[in-house]
């Protein structure tokens, strides 16, 4: 049974299950994650063959309180501990919230969570039934989208049970996530702080706040060429299964005889055709709405038996960058 008030009892399942090695999807305030606990090297290697995930893509770690993020840490393997320590007080107060950061790997964090490497992905989510499970496993939970490797992630528990489904030993329900679209990921590993993956958090937010440029690397290239930066940063990601073209950039005979679905910003946005389905985000292209709502429309678009979805656009800036990085990935083929 699920509630999107988790009561206590359901906390202390949910949290037994995990420490026995089992899967429980949760919500966080960015989307719903598949966790397990990242000390236990088997039910990491669960969550791999859930989600069909290729073994070489790595997990980000969910922690409860700055202390915990500073534990799953090895300062020592640092190229600079006392800078990389002096950054992470500085992103303190960015927790809890929807910012991963890259860091070198303490050893109780199992080898399958960092595919074998040396650094891991931490951060502390905002979601109070994520802290509340946290804080009753007692232990850091690995956590990836909890959606199909490289189908769009969830941002409801219903989505989870349509995708997952019995494949989870539990699905904590909170309701539908606050933020909608995937954690910033930054990477602290090099001497200049990189941005692997847009998210809510900018690059302008976190430059203010490091005192230091943020470079922002280049996401949308394949895995194969940058096969060190970050294997999970696949082009082809967040895909429905129906073909997505932007409006911006759409040659209009490709809707010809093709049943359209559409997914706008705001009922102002004009269509080259009449869709079927249309899908209004916003009623004032606010980017937050937008981000909200963005992956159950184009789950609700995936399912409604259309031959091609047609999706807005914004400015690459400020959350518009995570926005377009999504739906960049999401119109590859
Ligand atoms: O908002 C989020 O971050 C959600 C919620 C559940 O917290 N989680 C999430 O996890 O989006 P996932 O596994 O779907 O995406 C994690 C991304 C992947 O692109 C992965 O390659 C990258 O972070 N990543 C994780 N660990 C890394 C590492 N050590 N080095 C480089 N990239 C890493
Ligand atoms: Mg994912």
Redesign the pocket.
Known sequence: MTSVFPSPTQIEHAAKLLRAGKLVAFP?E????LGADATNEDAVQAIFAVKGRPSN????V?VATFEDLVRCTDLSKAHNPELLRSRLEALRPLWPG?L?V?VPKAPQICRAV?AG?S???L?I?RHPAALRLITACGCPLA???ANPSTYI?PTTAQHVRDSLGDAVADIIDGGPCEVGI??T?L?LVGDEPTI??P?AITAHELSQILHCPVRVADTTVSDAKQPL?????MAKHYAPRTPVRLLSTLDPSLCQGRMIGAIVFSKNTPLPVAPKVCVVLSESRALEEVAAKLFAALRELDAAGVDLILVDTCEPIGLGAAIMDRLLRATRD
């Open positions: 966080t960015t989307v719903y994650g893509n790595p997990l980000i969910h929807p991963s890259i960092s490497g650094t891991v992905a951060r989510p956590a990836p989208s992630s995937e954690s990921v990477s692997l993956r998210g930066l970050s294997p999970g940063l």
